[in-house]
């Protein structure tokens, strides 16, 4: 199944984005105005580390439909 | 804790408002659970906007605030700063980013705009569960020490010490000078390195 | 040198290494291990009567590259700070087989120790500055094209340096190290493991483009009727006077040709090199007496081992990273680290000085305050809901965590007890959270990014 065949479809993206690396880095790509998806919504954490896999179950189960941990 | 947060929506010039209608994200905050005051105003850092936040504090008696701009990485102290000084525990201030992850990397003015409303709606529901954070102290230990004793070591070492403080300068050669003793005269001036 | 040698607020420590430091910004604790000298030096009046007299005078001295020779019982070189001598143990008859031990009995103060040991000594210090410098980029290893270092007249810049120094083996006099005859044609290759992927690093060293027209300028007005040829494959000259001072070079009747140099040969007691000019378009061939490469800085040795211990990370090349590339050029990511000079990446004497100003006026900074705040987002325990199961403490990467027993009341029968928590130390905790997923009780919290704030955030994203 592809994408395309779902016109008007947005999916919810959750990132969690380690603040001193993948938080910095999306900023970077903001920076250079590097465009990408407008579904993406961006969580601050501290660390990778912080990433509870509670908060990833969480997610999915209030209708998320993916999740990217990046630190 | 009472629930009272004020929104700050930043335009930063153009840079936020020609991608993201920023009094319609000021207008929907209005409407999310806990927010009694929001605003845009076109540069949130600048000192008029530090003003605006302080003034909403005392006038609206927020308990909250949350500041809708750049990035937490580049303004962050600042917009605590300006908590503060309204009154309010530094801590209980949230930046949301709606500069570099959004009007910088989308061209779609509706789906920016909405993408803006979902962040700030994101960061009051976390801004409502703040609590006050207490800054401690620590002593500090007044002694420095300079690991390498090359021109970078020693010259590092007479400043610290110049300004009164002891400098240790560990050197794993039995000589400090570093690969400088092992130059000749030095450019541009043609001066001896030792 | 001798300046930070006499200041009554500087202590040396040399022939020491780092072993170990723990701690965090205001309060750290390193372990320094001082390797044997075996000669007193508080005794040592620095005479150099043991270095006159020593019987192994032949070795090679590291300090000139091996063309000056040097004794067992030595000074690094001869200005040396401190001024003392001391013994290298590999070669020293007295401490590989037991014989001589006549620096002994020369010394007026008894300052030679043969059983002199490693000590290693804790310092308690509030801030650390990194100044491990560089080393030359090993071409030897890279550039089979330049003879893989078996021909003895292509030489480093540094050991030029040493070749032109009035201090050097030499006294300043230029000659070739295979016979010791004076060159007449010099030939400078820069870029020599600056900007080449393929065999050395992707990055320009910054200093080479300006000491190798130094080199060149000398080898003009040192050298009666020379040539100095320059291969480049661009000038960078961007530094006060630095543009004018090429001038200089190329007015002194130093030859730039723009290109790599493809093979060195020798041809007789000469060596030809082969290139291409390539603002002429065409291959060309110079005969040289003596070739000069201007060597790629690469991270001092043992530098990405001393990052670690101290908790900060390097680049890809193995540079210190400093906490911003623009607005924290001193910085580490560790609190009260500082950067200063060349371990941050290559940079001339004018910038490592600035740099190293700037790291010291950071220290000032904070020394200037009687304490230091500390930030309050860090992790804290519930001792109502901990268990005391200890899961979270190897997992701090800081050390932070501990298990303390605390005393019960008890009740429902039961007497007063003791029981053990998890308690956190708020000056080493970075708050980074890594032990939260692991208390199985929901006993640790991180404050500023706690469960419930994380939870509210997933949840409105998700309306």
Redesign the interface.
């Known amino acids: 199944m592809s994408i395309d065949s779902q016109a008007g479809w947005e999916p919810k993206i959750i990132v969690f984005a380690c603040n001193w690396c993948s938080y910095a880095a999306a900023d970077l790509a903001g920076l250079n105005h590097l465009e990408y998806s407008a579904d993406v919504r961006i969580i601050r954490t501290p660390c990778s580390g912080r990433m509870d896999p509670m908060l990833v179950l969480r997610a999915f189960n209030r209708g998320v439909d993916g999740v990217l941990l990046s630190g | 804790m009472k629930k009272r947060v004020g929104v700050f929506v930043c335009e930063c010039g153009t840079n936020i408002a020609a991608t993201v209608d920023t009094a319609r994200v000021a207008e929907y905050a209005k409407t999310l659970p806990g927010v009694v005051y929001a605003i845009n105003y076109k540069y949130m850092c600048s000192d008029p906007g530090q003003e605006l936040i302080r003034n909403a504090i005392e006038e609206q008696q927020l308990e909250q605030v949350v500041v809708a701009s750049c ?4 303004h962050e102290i600042t917009f605590r700063k300006a908590t503060a000084a309204g009154g309010l525990n530094a ?1 209980m201030m949230e930046m949301i ?1 709606i ?4 009007s ?5 003015h509706e ?2 705009t ?2 803006a409303q ?2 700030v ?6 801004v ?4 006050p ?58 001066d001896c390195a ?1 | 040198m001798v300046a930070a040698a006499q200041h009554p607020n500087i202590e040396l420590m040399t022939y020491s290494e780092v072993t170990k430091v723990s701690g965090y910004i205001g309060n750290f604790k390193v372990t320094v291990k001082q390797k044997p000298k075996y000669v007193d030096w508080v005794a040592c009046t620095g005479c150099g009567t043991c270095i006159d007299k020593c019987p192994t005078k032949k070795l090679a001295d590291e300090f000139d590259f091996g063309m000056g020779k040097r004794p067992a019982i030595h000074k690094l070189f001869a200005q040396a700070v401190p001024g003392k001598p001391y013994i290298d143990a590999e070669n020293c008859l007295k401490l590989t087989k037991d014989k001589c031990g006549i620096c002994e009995k020369v010394c007026p103060t008894d300052a030679v120790n043969f059983k002199d040991m490693a000590v290693e000594k804790e310092i308690e210090i509030g801030a650390i500055i990194m100044a491990t410098g560089y080393d030359q980029f090993n071409w030897k290893e890279a550039y089979g094209e330049y003879g893989y270092g078996k021909y003895p007249d292509v030489i480093s810049g540094l050991e030029f340096e040493r070749l032109v120094s009035a201090g050097g083996p030499t006294s300043g006099h230029i000659v070739r190290p295979s016979d010791g005859k004076e060159p007449k044609n010099i030939a400078f290759i820069k870029c020599v493991g600056s900007r080449d992927d393929t065999k050395g690093k992707s990055y320009c060293s910054r200093a080479c483009c300006m000491y190798t027209a130094k080199h060149a300028y000398q080898v003009k007005t040192k050298i009666e009727d020379s040539e100095a040829y320059v291969f480049y494959m661009d000038v960078r000259t961007a530094g006060k006077n630095y543009e004018e001072f090429y001038q200089r070079a190329l007015n002194a009747g130093a030859k730039y040709i723009r290109g790599r140099v493809s093979k060195i040969y020798p041809r007789g007691d000469k060596l030809i090199l082969k290139s291409e000019d390539t603002l002429m378009g065409m291959p060309i061939e110079v005969e040289a007496d003596m070739v000069v490469l201007a060597t790629a800085m690469v991270p001092s040795a043992g530098a990405v081992e001393l990052a670690k211990k101290i908790g900060f990370s390097v680049d890809k090349d193995g540079w210190f990273q400093e906490a911003h590339p623009k607005l924290q050029p001193v910085e580490t990511f560790a609190a009260g680290v500082y950067l200063a000079g060349t371990c941050q990446g290559p940079k001339d004497i004018p910038d490592t000085v600035a740099q190293a100003s700037g790291a010291a006026v950071k220290v000032l900074g904070l020394f200037s305050k009687t304490e230091l705040a500390t930030e309050p987002m860090v992790s804290e325990v519930d001792i109502t809901k901990c268990s005391g199961c200890g899961l979270c403490v190897p997992i701090c990467p800081y050390n932070a965590l501990s298990l303390n027993e605390i005393n019960e009341r008890g009740g429902h029968g039961h007497g007063p007890f003791t029981r053990q928590v998890a308690v956190v130390n708020n000056s080493l905790c970075q708050g980074c959270g890594s032990c939260l997923p692991a208390c199985r009780t929901l006993a640790l919290n991180l404050r500023g990014f706690s469960n419930d704030q994380l939870v509210s955030e997933v949840d409105a994203v998700c309306l």
């Open positions: 990035s937490p990485r580049m801590y980013n500069r570099e992850q959004n910088w990397v989308h061209h779609d789906q920016a909405n993408k979902s962040l709606r994101m960061a009051v529901a976390k409502l569960r703040n609590k954070l207490q800054v401690s102290t620590v002593p500090i230990t007044k002694k420095a020490m300079v690991i390498g004793g090359g021109i970078a070591g020693m010259q590092a070492a007479l400043d610290i010490a110049e300004g009164g403080h002891q400098v240790i300068i560990v050197e794993r050669e039995a000589s400090i000078g570093g690969k400088m003793t092992q130059l000749d005269k030095t450019f541009p001036t043609m030792a």
